[in-house]
């Protein structure tokens, strides 16, 4: 029904930078939420960055003044700005898009694969 397909990750050094994007396509009728996570071994997944349903962003503590979400709405597409990283940002980081395929059905999250980036020190 729906796609979801992350990009651009890596391996960068200690303080260097990357930018993430994600494409969701497919069968959309609207998407209500949608934004990044990550999940490093042996760890939950956690949220790092996201644009919620209105419109606002949410991030987490350990990635505010160093990581930016922004958004292209009509080509469905978001980015995540990563700059000055550090190893323990080293993570599969996965794109999550909160989408209704139909008015009358209820919204359902959808999984890219993740994109590995790899911070060395």
């Known amino acids: 029904q729906v796609q979801v397909v992350e990009s651009g990750g890596g391996l960068v050094q200690a303080g260097g930078s990357l930018r993430l994007s994600c494409l969701a396509s497919?069968?959309?009728?609207?998407?209500?939420?949608m934004g990044w996570y990550r999940q490093a071994p042996g760890k939950q997944r956690e949220l790092v960055a996201v644009?919620?349903?209105?419109?606002?962003?949410n991030y987490a503590d350990s990635v505010k003044g160093r990581f930016t979400i922004s958004r292209d709405n009509a080509k469905n597409t978001v980015y995540l700005q990563m700059n000055s990283l550090k190893p323990e940002d080293t993570a599969n980081y996965y794109c999550?898009?909160?989408?209704?395929?139909?008015?009358?059905?209820?919204?359902?999250?959808?999984w890219g694969q993740g994109t590995q980036v790899t911070v060395s020190s």
């Open positions: 497919g069968r959309i009728f609207s998407i209500n939420a």
């Open positions: 999550n898009a909160k989408v209704r395929t139909s008015p009358l059905l209820p919204v359902y999250a959808y």
């Open positions: 644009f919620t349903d209105g419109g606002s962003t």
